[in-house]
């Protein structure tokens, strides 16, 4: 960890003077790339595996629905908040970098140290465990797979992803955008299958459709918890701000197409679900595309295994792509090691960050637990959404004079905040469990490492030979922030 200039918090990504750059991240991600930044990571796991754990938690089919179109309103208002906080603090990072410019140090170094060593890296894990269970199904008809096999695929998933996204920028993005096309293809073909049966009179699973709704608000904030999953990826591309292509009209216009595509399809998907099976018949299905596939493909059922492999895939990628950036700005910021901060002096690309988030996700494939880590995930990027959200209200309130080319109307970033309060505070009111606290106390276990390496600046000798080493062996050097 480094010691670093004082200075504006909030001009400090256009206030540099101190010398000439020498290394820069590129800015290849133009507007189509971060559409399929947004779109590709969203539809990952989630629309395959989550709608029956909604439907379990809401009581019928109408409700469910409604909870899939507030999931895609609240990610859409989130999205449009992180814009202007985007177009202000022109900086890659996402929440990292806005609670470091507005709040200061100290909740920064938390958040980046509860997201660099165990939200991303879990979150990455489940999805790339997903992918491995539907990958090799096919090769075990009739039974479920081996353990063995489905974490060795998930673990060279995590390794086939960490040869692209080090190797180039370019080719990563090309990655996501081959994967989007065939998962949104995918994607029409569940909802025309729908809109045929729909046409057919298939609508017993809509005849009293609010019928035995839940009221509670513990299950409702878990349905939200399971919805939000599928919506996850709405911020991504804040993480890679500086990689964009004139960020401050991308950002907003990739939002604004990217989360209204992706809410219509989940809608749809689920319509489709149900009109092929009923509620009881959902909710009895380990793998719901896959029930449906047999239900209305018959024979080429195969091709829904094949379809929510690519699009584990594509997301595990797109996750990947921006997860390896919140290590790599931490780093620059002087929240983690000086190598962590230094890309490849050739193809300009964060390798050791996505060398070390790869590590971790191997680490958490060994115990990763797909529906706890849903749970668990969404309660500590609530709580961190909340966070950012609350910096935007107090921008929009104490400096409105900032620069921004971009204005969300305060009531939307209000409304995020209240559905962030509700969603942390919710299930713990209701249905309190034991992991909750010691997510809270592995989050304040940041303490620990912050005031002496952080903010006393104990640094130890063997640790700057260490670097020195692994600079020569990865090739890499320090970067500098994008000064545009």
Not at 265 to 292: D, H, I, K
Not at 396 to 404: D, G, S, T, V
Not at 434 to 444: C, D, M, R, S, T
Request: proline content about 5%; glycine content about 8%.
């Amino acid at each position: 960890m480094r010691e670093r200039k004082a200075a504006d918090p909030l001009h400090s990504s256009t206030d540099l003077t101190e010398g000439k750059e020498k290394l820069r991240l590129k800015q290849e991600v133009g507007l189509i790339s971060g559409v399929s930044l947004i779109a590709g990571t969203m539809i990952g796991s989630g629309i395959f595996m989550s709608p029956e754990w909604v439907l379990h938690h809401m009581g019928n089919p109408a409700s469910s629905l409604l909870i899939w179109a507030a999931c895609g309103l609240l990610a859409m208002f989130g999205a449009l908040s992180y814009a202007e906080l985007g177009t202000i603090i022109k900086e890659s990072g996402g929440e990292y970098i806005y609670i470091l410019r507005i709040f200061g140090s100290f909740p920064a170094f938390l958040f980046a140290y509860t997201s660099v060593i165990l939200v991303r890296p879990a979150g990455l894990a489940a999805v790339c465990l997903s992918f491995a269970e539907y990958a090799i199904a096919p090769f075990y008809p009739g039974c479920s797979s081996p353990q063995a096999a489905v974490k060795c695929t998930a673990a060279a998933c995590i390794l086939i992803l960490t040869i692209i996204n080090c190797l180039n920028v370019r080719l990563a993005t090309s990655v996501m955008n081959v994967f989007t096309a065939a998962k949104l293809l995918a994607l029409l073909v569940i909802v025309v299958g729908g809109l045929v049966l729909l046409a057919k009179g298939q609508t017993q699973s809509f005849q009293n459709g609010f019928q035995g709704t839940t009221a509670g608000i513990g299950a409702v904030g878990v349905a939200f918890y399971q919805g939000l999953w599928s919506y996850d990826g709405w911020n991504n591309l804040n993480y890679v701000t500086e990689e964009l292509k004139k960020p401050e009209v991308t950002l907003p216009r990739a939002l604004m197409i990217a989360i209204p595509l992706v809410t219509c399809l989940y809608l749809l998907v689920n319509v489709s679900y149900l009109a092929a099976m009923t509620p009881t018949e959902l909710l009895s299905s380990g793998a719901v595309a896959v029930t449906w596939g047999d239900k209305v493909l018959g024979s080429w059922a195969w091709l829904i295994s094949l379809s929510v492999a690519l699009s584990t895939f594509g997301s595990s990628n797109g996750t990947f792509f921006s997860g390896g950036r919140v290590c790599y700005i931490a780093a620059r910021e002087g929240h983690m090691v000086n190598i962590l901060s230094m890309a490849h002096v050739r193809r300009l690309t964060p390798s050791p960050a996505l060398l070390f988030t790869s590590a971790m996700s191997l680490v958490m494939i060994i115990s990763g637990s797909f529906t706890s880590i849903v749970n668990f995930f969404s309660f500590m990027a609530w709580l961190f959404y909340g966070m950012t959200i609350s910096g935007l209200l107090y921008l929009k309130i104490k400096k409105p004079e900032l620069p921004r080319s971009y204005k969300v109307p305060i009531i939307i970033p209000i409304i995020v905040l209240m559905a962030a309060v509700y969603l942390v505070l919710a299930p713990i009111i209701d249905q309190p469990q034991i992991e909750i606290l010691y997510i809270v106390l592995f989050i304040f276990s940041g303490i620990i490492f912050y005031f002496p390496l952080v903010h006393f600046k104990y640094h130890p000798h063997f640790l700057q030979r260490v670097t020195l080493h692994l600079q020569l062996l990865l090739e890499v050097a320090p970067t500098t922030r994008d000064a545009n």
